[in-house]
């Protein structure tokens, strides 16, 4: 009997490794623990620097209308992630299939090339009352549509700049199954239909997760989106925040929304990541 | 071999990345006194910036600049103290907060002889009432951009609620800018700090919400000469680059409305007070507050500088030896006529009865809970 000790175990790392950790470790503390405890602190913090709940007094009281706000962006961000999700599933499906696949993904991520800020301004020349798009309207008679500073217009915002991050990592999952699974599937005597809802979808759920979560993170707490295309009308929870930092300078009121948000978030996140199970976490982000 | 040069040229890299962290400290020990520098802190896009390489090669002060969006954001980086600024441009309500916070110095007037230049109808404002720390740069109005051949009328604050532009008016998204309209309406100043005439006011917003195509600051100035809205409520250099936009726009100052003054201040915490002196004093030079008036479309309150303005003083040749400037293009200046365009420098009975912006003090934080529950209760 000859058994090879395996290579790498788990949770073992030679000792001579460990220490190239610790950039990121000086990292993380730096960038992720050392500001999440600076909001907690400030959260907790009233004007003359003493300790104060009044924070999270006034996100739950105010008549409600903090938290409102806060239901309703989330709402309007699960929205987005789902219509990501429906017109993103069948996107990614067809491009795994496709033989020259790697030049309509160039062609695809081409625009993300671009900035981000720009990409969205350009958004409100197509959109504007005498914008591109009511032009082509008029031009074949049809009456003009005024959908900017509106919700649609936002959600339209958001699946325009985060499609993308639902495509590719559905497209990397659907790409790492393996073909004679496919083929096997079909042997038995299973219809295209069952060996997609059976073998195919199964598969590809690490990367639907991936998707979900690297869409609707940035779409609950983006303040651009909503305040280029909303015009100031569609507010969300993240420019509440923006506002109590950049402009009203109420960093104890923002440090407790961004709380409450991170809170609600976690939430959303486990309730989404039942799916998440050990044998399924191949494919994941990308 | 090829892998030891890897190695010495990743060494290198590595040795030259580090030396960068340490590029900011230069100037901060001995060399400071061989050489002269100064920190700017200025608005984004507030002066021509071949005025600053002209300071430079003039006085061999070295000028580190950088730029800031907001007064408040101003403030947030003055008053954490990370850097080290001599010169900043705040308007007039942070002025009057800074000092009395005691965070600006007294200004050496003595070494500013160009300020005698400047018109007497911007010194001595409440802010600064005994002429101590402040220098005027550019001031304006705030009032109401309208497309004519949208509106018919020429509006007022009453305007902005009537039901007739639904959807054709653009709010201001600044706090004050978009308070000062409802105040006004009501009779009561732009600085008011009454709790309970503030909630009128937020009560009056909040009617004229559904009437709102969008708030907005920056992009007020596009939307209007796209024109996707009729009626804005817009600062006068918005309202000038807008008309250069698109031939249909107007500006009106409604009768009560808000008059800012923008000036330079030297910060207590400056180390270059000296060289702030002589930076101010430059820019109060006429040659130089034309620059930046042509660059920038904001008024200048130099009455020197209007001289070489007005056709019956002046010609092409003395404007262009004054700006080191070809003739024609010192003619193309004075064919624009600007001393007779009524958003730049509007006729003294239009600002007459415009009230100044004051620092609210306390009431700052009511103007921002109540413009927090305005922008929540939207939708």
Redesign the interface.
């Known amino acids: 009997m000859k058994k090879s000790k395996p290579r790498y175990r788990a949770g073992s790392i030679a000792d001579g490794q460990k220490f190239m950790a610790i950039p990121l470790l000086l990292w993380s503390i730096m960038f992720i623990l050392l500001p999440l405890a600076v909001v907690l602190y400030n959260a907790f913090l009233d004007p003359s620097g003493g300790f104060s709940l009044d924070a999270f007094r006034k996100v739950f009281s ?1 008549d409600g ?2 938290l ?2 806060l239901l ?1 962006s989330l709402w309007l961000a699960v929205e987005s992630t789902l219509i990501c999700l429906l017109l993103g599933y069948p996107l990614a499906y067809i491009l795994s299939r496709h033989a020259s696949a790697s030049v309509m993904i160039l062609v695809f991520i081409l625009p993300m090339w671009m900035n981000f800020l720009l990409r969205t301004y350009s958004w ?2 197509i959109l ?4 591109i798009l009511n032009s082509l309207f008029s031009l074949i008679g049809l009456p003009g549509i ?1 959908i ?2 509106t ?1 649609p217009a936002v959600v339209l915002g958001m699946i325009y700049n985060f499609l993308p991050f639902m495509v590719l990592p559905i497209y990397n999952s659907l790409n790492k199954i393996d073909p004679s699974l496919i083929e096997a599937s079909g042997d038995l005597g299973a219809s295209e239909g069952k060996t997609f809802l059976k073998v195919v979808l199964p598969l590809s759920i690490p990367g639907v997760y991936s998707g979900i979560s690297m869409v609707f993170l940035p779409a609950v707490t983006t303040f651009v989106i909503p305040s ?1 295309l ?6 969300m929870i993240g ?2 925040i923006e ?2 930092f ?5 960093w104890a009121f923002g440090s407790a929304l961004s709380l409450i948000l991170m809170v609600l978030i976690f939430a959303f996140m486990k309730a989404t990541s039942k799916y998440n199970t050990e044998e399924n976490e191949r494919g994941g982000l990308i | 071999m090829k892998h030891s040069l890897r190695k010495i040229l990743s060494l290198c890299l590595v040795l030259a990345l580090a030396a960068s962290l340490f590029t900011g400290c230069a100037g901060g020990g001995n060399s400071k006194r061989e050489k002269r520098e100064l920190s700017v802190f200025n608005w984004g896009d507030y002066l021509d910036m071949s005025v600053l390489d002209q300071f430079e090669k003039e006085t061999g002060i070295h000028i580190v600049y950088s730029v800031y969006e ?1 007064n ?2 101003m403030y ?1 980086k003055l008053s954490s103290g990370g850097s080290n600024y001599d010169v900043l441009f705040p308007s007039e309500y942070m002025i009057e907060r800074l000092i009395k916070e005691n965070r600006l110095a007294k200004l050496d007037f003595s070494r500013i002889p160009n300020y005698g230049l400047l018109s007497d109808v911007f010194k001595g404002m409440a802010y600064d009432p005994n002429n101590e720390y402040a220098v005027p740069y550019t001031w304006g109005t705030l009032g109401i951009l309208y497309n004519d051949q949208m509106v018919d009328e020429v509006p007022t604050w009453e305007t902005l609620w009537n039901e007739k532009y639904k ?1 054709e008016i653009i ?1 201001s ?3 004050r800018d978009a308070f000062t309209p409802a105040l006004k309406m009501l009779g009561y100043s732009c600085n008011e700090k009454d709790p309970a005439h503030l909630n009128e006011a937020k009560e009056l917003l909040l009617q004229q ?1 559904p009437l ?5 600051v920056d ?1 007020a100035r ?2 209007m000469a ?4 009729a009626l804005a409520v817009v600062f006068s250099g918005d309202a000038l680059e807008a008309a250069g936009l698109n031939e249909h726009m107007a500006y009106v100052v409604p009768e009560y409305s808000n008059l800012w003054v923008d000036s330079m201040v030297v910060p207590a915490s400056a180390e270059h007070k000296d060289e702030a002196m002589e930076f101010i004093n430059f820019m109060c030079r006429t040659d130089i507050v034309l620059k930046n008036m042509l660059e920038l479309g904001y008024s200048t309150p130099s009455q020197d500088a209007l001289k070489y303005l007005d056709p019956e003083q002046t010609d092409a040749a003395a404007l262009s030896k004054l700006l080191d400037c070809t003739e024609e293009y010192a003619q193309e200046v004075l064919d624009e006529e600007l001393l007779t365009n009524e958003i730049l420098f509007p006729d003294e009975s239009v600002y007459a009865n415009c009230e100044i912006y004051l620092d609210l003090g306390e009431a ?2 009511i103007y ?1 809970a109540l ?3 305005i ?5």
Do not use: C, F, P
């Open positions: 105010s209308i903090y409102h706000l309703s409100l020349a504007g009352k005498n914008g005024n900017l500073n919700r280029l909303g015009g100031g009308k569609v507010d420019n509440i506002s109590q950049l402009k009203t300078n109420n | 907001t408040e954001e947030l959807g709010m998204d600044s706090v919400a709102v195509y969008g708030y907005y992009e596009d939307q796209m024109e996707n809205a700052n934080a921002d413009w927090t529950e922008k929540a209760s939207i939708r």
